[in-house]
Nanobody, 127 residues
Framework: QVQLVESGGGLVQAGGSLRLSCVAS????????MGWFRQAPGKEREFVAG???????????YYADSMKGRATISRDNAKNTVYLQMNSRKPEDTAVYYC?????????????????WGQGTQVTVSS
């Protein structure tokens, strides 16, 4: 069982930046695909960004179209941590952001493709 704990959410003004962190309990963290999802009130949970597992230092990042150029996902396997740096925030980015882990080595950006989820961290962007 992998436990994921997110942090770094909060209130930010439009145009501002925020960095989310997610710490995993699993010592084999480097073998998991990690993803960030978000869910706004009344909407379905949606993919934000993901990063594949690392063989050494090699991993691949994926982004939702709405995030390209405004977010960077990274991972530090030594710290069992995945980060999401978000820049140029917009009010429509307001949502609860979730960290998720996928045990398969095959890439997926679907909610159902992830096996473990954190509790979420609220991000509010004011206009």
């Amino acid at each position: 069982q992998v436990q994921l704990v997110e942090s770094g959410g909060g209130l930010v003004q439009a145009g501002g930046s925020l960095r989310l962190s997610c710490v995993a309990s699993e010592r084999t963290f480097s073998t998991y695909i990690m993803g960030w999802f978000r869910q706004a009130p009344g909407k379905e949970r949606e993919f934000v960004a993901g990063i594949t597992w690392s063989r050494g230092s090699t991993s691949t990042a994926y982004y939702a179209d709405s995030m390209k150029g405004r977010a960077t996902i990274s991972r530090d396997n030594a710290k069992n941590t995945v980060y999401l740096q978000m820049n140029s925030r917009k009010p429509e980015d307001t949502a609860v952001y979730y960290c998720a882990a996928r045990s398969s080595i095959v890439w997926s950006s679907t909610v159902r493709g992830y096996d473990y989820w954190g509790q979420g961290t609220q991000v509010t962007v004011s206009s």
